[in-house]
Each structure stands twice: as structure tokens, then as C-alpha cells.
């Protein structure tokens, strides 16, 4: 597994562990990365992308509840919220990351971590997101458009 994937884990877990504690999520990261002796490369692509994920997370949110069309966004679990939150940003403000992995990489982390029945949907909204921001130019409102890495 490449760094970038067990990153993408480890940002979830913690995401998700900061939504659940209240904690900062860059000292979720720093934990993550000590519980798990996690190497340089991983550390070295997580906090990055968590600074960006904390950054933009209000704007991050916004769009992921204007994709929530005839959903109630308190539906949407902890963990499948943490996995839109990292692709979101991805797409975003991480142009050196193609869409198609970033949508692919946010499926196997729903497949990995809320079950099959979760794809669909994870799918489904980050390829309308995908769309929208090819409609209105990629980078949203990240100063520079430049991503973590």
C-alpha cells in the first residue's frame, strides 16, 4: 500500500476521531501517526493535507451540503463525512491528483470503512462535485490553488 493510500486512512481515522473528541484534527494527525509508527511518507502527505482539510473545512462542508439535494445533511455518518471532507479537498484545491483517483480513492475508503452500500452514494455526490467544480474552475477559494503537496 502506497503512502498516499495509508494517508488517505489515516486522515479519515482522524477526521473522524476530531469530530468525535472535539480536538484539533492536526493533533489527531500527529496521534494517528504515533499510534500507528507511521513512516516519514505518510506524515509527510497527511499533515499537509489535514492543514488544508482544516483550513477550508466551513467552505468544505458548505459544498458537501449543497450536494446533499433532497438529503438531510445530519443523515450523513461521521465517517462518510470525513471521506468527504478529504476528497472534497482533494478535488479542490490538489490539482496534482487526477478526479478519477480522487473519486476512486474516496470509494475504497467508504468499501474499507462504511461497507459496500456507501459507494453509490460517495460516488455519486463527488462525481456531481467533480462536475461542478470542472464548471466553475478547479481551485474554489484556495489562495494560489495550490494543494498540500
Not at 462542508?61 to 471532507?85: H, K, M, S
Not at 474499507?112 to 467533480?130: K, P, Q, T
Request: net charge negative; hydrophobic share 40%.
Amino acid at each position: 500500500m502506497g503512502k498516499r493510500r495509508k494517508g488517505r486512512e489515516l486522515l479519515v481515522q482522524s477526521l473522524y476521531a476530531a469530530a468525535l473528541s472535539g480536538q484539533d484534527l492536526l493533533v489527531c494527525v500527529d496521534d494517528q501517526l504515533e499510534r500507528r509508527d507511521a513512516p516519514g511518507d505518510t506524515a509527510e502527505f497527511a499533515r499537509p493535507l489535514a492543514a488544508l482539510i482544516a483550513q477550508h473545512r466551513e467552505s468544505l462542508d458548505a459544498t458537501l451540503d449543497g450536494l446533499l439535494q433532497n438529503w438531510d445533511p445530519e443523515r450523513v455518518g461521521q465517517v462518510e463525512r470525513a471521506i468527504f471532507r478529504l476528497a472534497l479537498a482533494e478535488l479542490r484545491y490538489c490539482p496534482d491528483v487526477p478526479v478519477r483517483v480522487a473519486i476512486n480513492e474516496a470509494c475504497e475508503l467508504a468499501r474499507l470503512y462504511c461497507g459496500d452500500e456507501a459507494v453509490g452514494f460517495v460516488n455519486g455526490l463527488l462525481d456531481r462535485a467533480a462536475r461542478d467544480l470542472a464548471a466553475t474552475g478547479r481551485g474554489g477559494d484556495a489562495p494560489g490553488g495550490g494543494g498540500p503537496r
